[in-house]
């Protein structure tokens, strides 16, 4: 199983995912049109040499190299809304006192805000049904740490990732249905689908701006606010585990939190290092860890036992290292898949420790 750039030749592939992922996940919008745009872009950036980010996106697949099966998607944004905005709603706390009547009450309320503007964006993961349970979500999700921990220059200092709030297999969303409903007079799938197209200027001229107390939504509608679908749990569990936090700032549209974390926070780019690599037959023993390869155009990264030696390199096996594209001497990143696992990593290695 390997982590690498999609190219155009995936686009079926991808489309077949879209198709089982449901409503929810705004980034992959079931439409050929808008998924070639967003594939041509991330060739183009991989090719581009970036002096200042901007909007640049990578897009990767997770591909089952004995199947010849795309298995995975995952992305980054460099960062949001540079060109069109980007909106959020802060949960906030309105204030009404009345010292004549003794009375002082507080409320929670949404704030739409662009906040997030310029930030770094983890989006549109989505692994096959068929893969989950394993190793292959954390290898989806992580690997995208050591392209950033590869590449920090092409990205914010902070990063985020919107997490799919809750809705139920029919599309429907508690908190579209007792808010944005009103203003949209749409279904939340159609809304969620013009926004995975490129299509966000309705927001803006749609949306009310002022302050929105939670207590005129429904129970149900409140009680979702900030809370994830039940497919994206284990996402949001990964993403806490490397250092990523709820800071009161949640989707527009189905109040699903983002999460956030400034880039050398998290953990797995702050212990991840670069070491020269030796290949062996096969690793039975050794410490499971991401690893990828520290080309830019051909990025890939893989799950597999290290064992590490004391003149300060890595071994892997043979498979890995045809998977990851490396020969013998080359340097590859390196980090334990697990928090807490390789906490002493950098001090073994020679190389450079992020």
Request: charged share 25%.
């Amino acid at each position: 199983m390997v982590i690498r750039p999609t190219t155009l030749a995936d686009i079926p592939a991808i489309e077949s995912l879209i198709s089982i992922a449901g409503v929810g996940i705004t980034t992959l919008a079931n439409n050929r049109a808008s998924l070639q745009h967003r594939v041509g872009l991330s060739l183009a950036s991989f090719q581009k040499t970036v002096s200042k980010r901007g909007e640049e996106q990578y897009l990767f697949v997770l591909e089952d190299t004995a199947k010849e099966h795309i298995a995975g998607i995952c992305a980054i944004t460099a960062g949001v809304g540079l060109t069109e905005a980007f909106y959020s709603y802060r949960i906030g706390t309105e204030v009404h006192a009345s010292k004549a009547l003794k009375v002082h009450k507080t409320f929670p309320a949404l704030h739409l805000c662009n906040d997030y503007t310029g930030y770094t964006e983890l989006g549109s993961l989505y692994l096959d049904p068929d893969y989950r349970g394993g190793i292959y979500g954390k290898l989806l999700s992580k690997s995208r740490f050591l392209f950033l921990a590869q590449f920090p220059e092409r990205f914010a200092e902070k990063v985020i990732a919107e997490l799919r709030g809750v809705s139920n297999n029919s599309g429907y969303s508690p908190f579209w249905e007792s808010l944005g409903k009103h203003f949209f007079s749409m279904k939340y799938s159609e809304a969620d689908y013009l926004v995975g197209i490129g299509n966000r200027s309705f927001i803006a001229e749609l949306m009310p701006h002022q302050p929105i107390y939670t207590l005129f939504l429904s129970n149900e509608a409140q009680r979702v606010i900030g809370e994830v679908h039940k497919n994206t749990l284990p996402a949001r569990k990964i993403l806490e585990r490397e250092g990523f936090q709820y800071e009161g700032y949640v989707d527009i549209f189905d109040a699903g939190p983002t999460l956030e974390c400034r880039l050398k926070d998290i953990r797995a780019v702050r212990k991840s290092s670069t070491m020269n690599v030796t290949i062996t037959k096969e690793t039975s023993d050794g410490e499971l860890c991401l690893v990828s390869s520290t080309r830019l155009r051909d990025f890939r990264c893989s799950v597999t036992k290290a064992k590490f030696n004391a003149l300060g390199s890595v071994e892997i096996d043979k498979q890995t290292a045809a998977d990851l594209m490396i020969s013998p001497g080359e340097s590859v990143r390196i980090v334990g898949l697990e928090p807490r696992s390789l906490s002493d990593l950098g001090d073994r290695s020679e190389g450079k420790t992020v």
